[in-house]
């Protein structure tokens, strides 16, 4: 009998809460996962096993100053079929039949309604006359509940102070692909969301092959 026919019944939570936590912070060894999450490092491992086993992450050795190197696990692209897709499919096909009905002008009319629309509810929920950092955890607030896992972290780079509105997954990114006027139509909504008094830079884009995507945000000069 081998040992993966002995080992227990693996507990579902603690599968997926590795998962969100791959997803969230990137490649990270058996340790960190288990003190994050509170359980043996022996209960993360046969966990992270059985997901390599059916594709859903992989690892990397990273050398250490002692001892043997770390495994560094990661999700692959097969795990992304666990986080909200955005009905990734059906909305292919209606950018398809879009454009081949009205050509790109309507498809640009498209996005400059659905721009519209969510400035117009993001206002509802995101005070203008709050300080930035409670308007950005406003905003993040929205796009996790929209499916973008998204955080809001302290930024000192570029010599200015800041801070970053992170977005861990993407659940459009395959109607993004086929369309990209949906990125751009994302950075205007958050400058017009977040007011004239605030610069906001992409930073990290998944399209072009970051693990996430990522934006600076600053108050601006004048």
Known sequence: MNMAQTRK?????????????????????AGTLAE???????????????????????FEEEARPVGRPAKLWRLTPAADRFFPDGHAELTLNLLAA??????????EKLLAARTAEQIAAYRRRVKAS?????????????????GYMAA???????????FQLVENHCPVCAAARTCQGLCASELEVFRSVLGPDVTVERSDH???GARRCAYRVTESDD
Do not use: C, N, W
């Not at 879009?98 to 498809?107: H, I, K, P």
């Not at 709050?130 to 509940?145: Q, V, Y």
């Not at 809001?152 to 800041?162: A, L, Q, T, Y």
């Open 152 to 162: 809001v972290k302290h930024d000192g780079g570029k010599g200015r102070d800041g």
């Open 130 to 146: 709050d300080p930035l950092k409670a308007r950005l955890e406003a905003l993040a607030k929205i796009r996790t509940e929209e």
């Open 98 to 107: 879009l454009r081949e009905t009205f050509g790109e002008d309507g498809v």
């Open 206 to 208: 998944i399209l072009a």
């Open 9 to 29: 019944p693996l507990e579902p939570r603690t599968r997926r809460g590795l998962m969100e936590r791959l997803k969230q912070d990137g490649a990270q060894d």
């Open 36 to 58: 994050a999450l509170g359980v043996s490092a022996m209960a993360v491992r046969q966990h992270l096993y059985a997901l390599e086993g059916e594709g859903l992450v992989t």
